[in-house]
C-alpha cells in the first residue's frame, strides 16, 4: 500500500459525459502528478501540481482538467468523453515539486470504461 | 521530438540474469527512472539514474549514459515474481515542476 488512494476504482459511462475522478496523496506529500494509461498508449504524464499550484502539463487534452484543493487532494475532470479515454487513470504523489526527491507512489487507479 | 524505445517482450529463466535496454531522445534531460509495474496494478519505483554509471540496489542494477541516450536495468537471481512490466521513463524538468516521459514497457516472463 503507497498511501496514495484513488477513487472510484472502477467507473464506467457513456460517451458525452463527464466524470471526476478523485486522488488523496500521501501524508506529507504536496505534489500529485496524473497519469493515464491505455493500452496501445501506454503510461501517459498529463499534469503536475504541487501545493495547490500547476506546475508541468504534458500530454492532457482540452477537454480534461485537474485542481489541487487547499487539503492536497486533486479531483481530475474528464468531460465529453469519447471511447478513446478508456483507460487506466493513476495519481502519484512526492513530498516536493521538483528534482531533488525521486521517487513518485502511485496509487491503485482509477479505470475508466467509456460505453 | 520526445520518444523512447524499449523492447516490448522478453523471457527469461529463473535463476539468470536479464537486461533490459532503455533508449531516449528527449527534449530535456534531469533523471532516467525505472519502475516495475504488474499487470492490472500500479507501477512501482525501482531505480534512479541522473550520472553516468551504476547504481546498484540489491538484485536490480540500473546503468546510464547520458551521452548515448541509453540506459539498462540489470535483474539478477530472477524470480517467478519477477514476471512484469518494466518502465523506462525521462524526467524534463527542474526544481519548478516535473515532466516526465514514459516508453511503451517492456513485459518479461520468468519461466521456471
Known amino acids: 500500500d503507497s498511501g496514495v488512494t484513488q477513487t472510484p476504482k472502477h467507473l464506467i459511462t457513456a460517451t458525452g459525459q463527464r466524470v471526476t475522478l478523485r486522488c488523496s496523496p500521501r501524508?506529507?506529500?504536496?505534489?500529485v502528478y496524473w497519469y493515464q494509461q491505455s493500452l496501445d498508449q501506454g503510461l501517459q504524464f498529463l499534469i503536475q501540481?504541487?501545493?495547490?499550484?500547476?506546475?508541468a502539463k504534458g500530454n492532457i487534452l482540452e477537454r480534461f482538467s485537474a485542481q489541487q484543493f487547499p487539503d492536497l487532494h486533486s479531483e481530475l475532470n474528464l468531460s465529453s468523453l469519447e471511447l478513446g479515454d478508456s483507460a487506466l487513470y493513476f495519481c502519484?504523489?512526492?513530498?516536493?515539486?521538483?528534482?531533488?526527491?525521486?521517487?513518485?507512489?502511485f496509487g491503485p487507479g482509477t479505470r475508466l470504461t467509456v460505453l | 521530438g520526445q520518444n523512447i524505445d524499449q523492447p516490448t517482450e522478453m523471457t527469461a529463466t529463473e535463476g539468470a540474469i536479464v537486461q533490459i535496454n532503455c533508449t531516449y531522445q528527449t527534449s530535456g534531460f534531469n533523471g532516467l527512472f525505472w519502475y516495475q509495474q504488474h499487470a492490472g496494478e500500479a507501477p512501482t519505483f525501482l531505480s534512479y539514474n541522473v550520472l553516468d554509471g551504476l547504481e546498484e540496489k540489491g538484485r536490480f542494477s540500473s546503468f546510464l549514459s547520458r551521452s548515448k541516450g541509453y540506459s539498462y536495468l540489470l535483474l539478477k537471481e530472477l524470480q517467478m515474481k519477477d514476471s512484469a512490466s518494466y518502465l523506462c521513463a525521462v524526467r524534463d524538468g527542474g526544481n519548478y515542476g516535473q515532466n516526465f516521459v514514459f516508453g511503451p514497457g517492456t513485459r518479461l516472463s520468468v519461466l521456471p
Open positions: 502519484a504523489s512526492s513530498p516536493d515539486s521538483g528534482g531533488s526527491y525521486n521517487e513518485q507512489f
Open positions: 501524508s506529507g506529500d504536496l505534489s
Open positions: 501540481y504541487y501545493n495547490g499550484e500547476e506546475r
